[in-house]
């Protein structure tokens, strides 16, 4: 497609449920970045893919959260057993290969846990 | 690890006034610099980048020259406008493990301009 898109925009789930967020990345480009921007907390990296594999997952915040990227393409982030600090918006960048190249955001998912 | 500090915001400023907005970083090697630019409503895009030292990057009248000796990276605009009011982050990116890349951001600086 022409942009980085995720989905949904918007979800609001309740405690202890388990969620689903989709980030398709701009074609070709290798390098995929999730984020979570918190209200006041600014841009907290999650995990980077390079192709399929996971170089960095340093900043999952515990083992409830989990991603995946298959084909080179589409990633998935998953949240078990949600709880309401997990309420953020999450972002998703791809860029062509890192390093230099500018990385190119999607809107993100509005993620509410009642 | 790699790290950005920019300065805290909120910052307020009136119409055609000169804005800075500081940026410092840590990182082991010779990481490229990002200013990334958040409109309300709007998803995060770049503004301007600089790769190696010494370089300037610069965008929409906004400039910032990569200081290795300062590691630093700040942001300048001489006459910022109503328009210009936004969140701004600052970020590297740096070899992390192999040739795999990862992008440090900074905390982001609400900046806002009034008429």
């Known amino acids: 497609g022409a942009g980085v898109s995720q989905s949904p925009s918007n979800k609001v789930t309740e405690k202890g449920k388990d969620v689903e967020l989709r980030c398709d990345p701009i074609?070709?480009?290798?390098?995929l970045y999730w984020y979570r921007q918190s209200l006041g907390q600014g841009l907290e990296f999650l995990i980077y893919?390079?192709?399929?594999?996971?170089?960095?997952k340093s900043g999952l915040p515990s083992d409830r959260f989990s991603a995946e990227r298959t084909g080179g393409s589409v990633s998935t982030l998953t949240i078990q057993r949600t709880q309401q600090e997990d309420s953020a918006v999450y972002l998703c960048?791809?860029?062509?290969?890192?390093?230099?190249?500018?990385?190119?955001f999607g809107q993100g998912t509005r993620l509410t846990v009642v | 690890g790699n790290s950005v500090t920019q300065m805290e915001g909120p910052v307020t400023l009136s119409e055609e006034a000169f804005l800075t907005i500081n940026c410092t970083y840590t990182?082991?090697?010779?990481?490229?610099l990002f200013w990334y630019v958040q409109y309300p409503g709007e998803g995060l895009q770049l503004l301007l980048k600089?790769?190696?030292?010494?370089d300037k990057g610069s965008n929409k009248g906004f400039e910032a020259t990569y200081r290795k000796e300062t590691t630093s990276f700040h942001l300048e605009k001489g006459s910022v406008q109503v328009s210009d009011s936004a969140v701004y982050f600052c970020a590297l990116s740096e070899i992390s493990g192999g040739s795999n890349y990862k992008l440090t951001f900074g905390k982001g600086t609400l900046l806002t301009v009034n008429p």
């Open positions: 960048a791809s860029s062509l290969e890192g390093g230099g190249t500018e990385a190119f």
């Open positions: 893919f390079q192709g399929n594999s996971a170089p960095d």
């Open positions: 074609s070709g480009h290798t390098a």
């Open positions: 990182a082991t090697g010779y990481p490229s």
């Open positions: 600089a790769t190696k030292a010494d």
